[in-house]
């Protein structure tokens, strides 16, 4: 059975809609609406295109539309979609000139590129330089590399899982009053794909020591070079780097059920 | 005994306000089972030491269930959980290891360890909360009994004061509504029941020192008007405690010295142009805020507000509040304090306060102290940036647009049908 036109261009310019829409409904990362206008426009403009490429499409697309009009037997319809078409274009209207009193959209960039150089503890470290003094051992000597990781544990549990969580995973416990929300480094995008002088220069200079491009006035990243020694602060670091990121999420995960690495 | 299933929840979602994470990530569910099994080999309760917890008498809620069950109430738990059950009772408790806990708040079930349903508070209250003070009040060797039917009863009446206003949501704007003639300047102003409110989860302050970690306050709500000359916000957030330093009744219950309780806003001077914003932390040395601060007062010192210009935590400069006319007065009652603040919208010293204008998305930002809780300075809970919005009329283009259009239309709709019957 062949599809009437009309009806054929109906399914598709829903079916079109319907996808366009599916990444917000199902995923919730909606397409902005500005651009489904967009893809809309071109989505119709080609059927119409394909529909009206030969005659008897076009006629098989404005016949009914026709007949509907002229012929008295379809009075009753005809006045059913005359009333129907103006109220929904009106409301149609109405939804794109209501304003919306939504929190204004802001992007921050999560990893900023660094400084070259950070001056913490009195001290000026190189940051494409820096290396963990302590990283070493991990060849060298692995059971007093494990007591660094464990001594790095430590701090943490006493420092900063209360935002990024016992699991590493940026839910702890006063998460939920952040915005932007604590970091999750269990997260294949975070930990173990940064380097560590990134990562130390983070944990010291924290939320205020952000570039302009990171929105440092809203992240509650405490100074941590005002709590934590820089000893401290690298054994932290290197739990952390240990403990998350792709292939070591599972890793990550065993070692904070078994803290004795 | 809590039982099996009980602990399988636990394990799969967690214990929300507790260091207790979900582990269904992590774990299979073989193996969530096989850790309650194991569980409850420690104590011997491998073999349950009476029946599970029974609910085939369940009764369903209704207005009557509810009524008793508030009575029962009143009765026999407002000593701890207080009249209207936001934890403001008359009784210091602490837990097995003699820390002091605050009982909960009963309307805000999203506080709770498990949830509101009342099969769950039905076995709290059958069962008692382990490690605290929450009795079993089915333990017929307690003084303090209550009969099933009374329990289902309770259980109804604390699902049914939830407060879901309180509740902070994903929407963070304020929204201050226009309003002509006088604004509200009392709490218990019949105009405040039309203002939108907002709330917003309140988290210790933990970033700079001294970091703060054992809070009592966790969330505020917030509703505000305007007119033409000034704007008017009411905060309203649940405190256990009314603290009234000198006042006998507020030493009983506190937990050390006797504080006053505060709340506060914090506003950028200069409403930011772009995204840039001053540090929500009391500012930055470049981009100053102001904080106004209302005090509860004292037995012998009334409610005060103070005006502070901050550049950081350190640069903080005391301001006269009454020449800005910013005026703050707050009541407290059965668990909630209420406290309207009100300012000009404009005024002298342009450079110094923040200029109020109609349809800006301006940073605003909360923060509380329980002085009942050894809550001062910088031991306080708070909010990081959200927005306040003074809400402009919806222009009458937005409904008169929509009207000429199904108009013309409509319109053409009859050209259309007249010109094809001529065609005819």
């Given at each position: ?108 960039s999560i990893h900023p590129a660094p400084p070259s150089t950070v001056k913490v503890f009195g001290k000026t470290f190189n940051l494409a330089t820096l290396v963990n003094p302590y990283r070493k051992f991990e060849k060298e000597d692995?059971?007093k590399f494990?007591?660094f990781v464990?001594e790095g544990?430590?701090v943490y549990?006493?420092n900063c ?22 970091l999750?480094f269990?997260?294949?995008?975070t930990i173990a794909q940064l380097q560590e002088s990134f990562v130390f220069w983070r944990i010291s200079t924290g939320g205020p020591g952000l570039p302009?491009?990171a929105?440092p006035?809203?992240s509650?990243m405490p100074v941590w070079e005002n709590f934590i020694t820089e000893d401290e602060k690298k054994r932290e670091r290197q739990y952390t780097t240990r403990n998350a990121g ?16 | ?424």
């Amino acid at each position: 059975m062949k599809i009437p036109r009309l009806l054929l261009f109906v399914i598709i310019v829903v079916i079109s809609y319907g996808i366009f829409k599916a990444p917000g409904i199902l995923l919730n990362q909606p397409i902005p609406s500005s651009l489904i206008v967009m893809y809309m426009f071109f989505a119709v403009v080609t059927t119409l295109l394909w529909i009206t490429s030969t005659e008897k499409g076009m006629q098989g697309l404005v016949g009914p539309i026709k007949t509907m009009i002229e012929d008295p037997s379809k009075k009753t319809l005809r006045n059913i979609v005359f009333v129907i078409v103006p109220l929904v274009a009106g409301g149609i209207t109405y939804m794109q000139l209501k304003p919306s009193y939504e929190a204004p959209v802001e992007l921050r960039s999560i990893h900023p590129a660094p400084p070259s150089t950070v001056k913490v503890f009195g001290k000026t470290f190189n940051l494409a330089t820096l290396v963990n003094p302590y990283r070493k051992f991990e060849k060298e000597d692995p059971a007093k590399f494990a007591q660094f990781v464990k001594e790095g544990g430590e701090v943490y549990f006493k420092n900063c899982f209360y935002c990024h969580g016992d699991k590493l995973d940026g839910k702890g416990h006063y998460a939920h009053g952040f915005n932007p929300l604590p970091l999750a480094f269990t997260d294949i995008g975070t930990i173990a794909q940064l380097q560590e002088s990134f990562v130390f220069w983070r944990i010291s200079t924290g939320g205020p020591g952000l570039p302009k491009e990171a929105a440092p006035w809203v992240s509650a990243m405490p100074v941590w070079e005002n709590f934590i020694t820089e000893d401290e602060k690298k054994r932290e670091r290197q739990y952390t780097t240990r403990n998350a990121g792709g292939a070591m999420v599972r890793m990550g995960r065993e070692t904070v059920l078994q803290p004795n690495f | 005994m809590i039982s099996g299933g009980m602990n399988h929840i636990s394990l799969w979602k967690g214990m929300s306000g507790t260091s207790m994470p979900n582990w269904d990530d992590v774990l299979k569910e073989q193996e969530r089972w096989d850790i309650v099994a194991y569980i409850k080999t420690f104590s011997g309760l491998d073999k349950p030491a009476k029946g599970p917890i029974d609910y085939k008498n369940q009764i369903k809620s209704s207005k009557e269930s509810i009524e008793k069950g508030k009575e029962t109430f009143k009765k026999m738990c407002a000593e701890c959980h207080g009249e209207e059950g936001r934890g403001d009772g008359t009784k210091k408790l602490k837990d097995d290891l003699g820390f002091r806990t605050w009982p909960r708040n009963l309307t805000k079930p999203w506080t709770f360890r498990v949830d509101n349903d009342p099969k769950e508070i039905y076995t709290r209250i059958s069962n008692g909360i382990p490690g605290t003070q929450m009795p079993s009040f089915a333990d017929p060797t307690s003084k303090k009994t209550l009969s099933d039917e009374e329990r289902w009863n309770v259980a109804n009446y604390i699902v049914s004061i939830a407060d879901d206003v309180k509740r902070p949501k994903d929407d963070t704007v304020l929204k201050a509504i226009r309003v002509e003639g006088e604004l509200p300047d009392k709490v218990d102003d019949p105009k405040w029941s039309v203002a939108e409110s907002t709330s917003f989860y309140m988290i210790p302050q933990i970033i700079a020192k001294e970091r703060f970690f054992t809070p009592s306050l966790d969330s505020i709500t917030a509703k505000a008007f305007y007119n033409g000359k000034e704007i008017s916000i009411l905060l309203e957030w649940d405190d256990r405690t009314k603290s009234i330093p000198g006042d006998e009744k507020a030493k009983e219950i506190a937990e050390g010295d006797v504080l006053e309780d505060s709340v506060a806003i914090q506003l950028p001077v200069t409403i930011p142009e772009e995204m840039e914003k001053p540090y929500f932390g009391m500012g930055d040395s470049v981009r100053p805020v102001n904080i106004w601060q209302w005090k509860s007062g004292k037995k012998d010192a009334s409610e005060a507000i103070k005006l502070l210009n901050a550049n950081g935590f350190q640069k903080v400069e005391q301001r006269d509040a009454g020449k800005t006319g910013l005026r703050a007065t707050g009541i407290y009652n059965n668990g909630t304090w209420r406290v309207v603040m009100k300012r000009q919208l404009a005024t002298e010293e342009k450079g110094k306060d923040i200029q109020f204008e109609e349809g800006r998305y301006t940073p605003i930002s909360f923060a509380a102290w329980d002085g009942s809780n050894g809550e001062s300075g910088s031991r306080h809970v708070m909010t990081t940036w959200s927005w306040l919005l003074l809400k402009p009329a919806t222009p009458k283009s937005t409904y008169i647009i929509p009207l000429i259009v199904v108009v013309v239309v409509f319109g053409g709709e009859l050209l259309l049908a007249r010109s094809s019957r001529k065609k005819i």
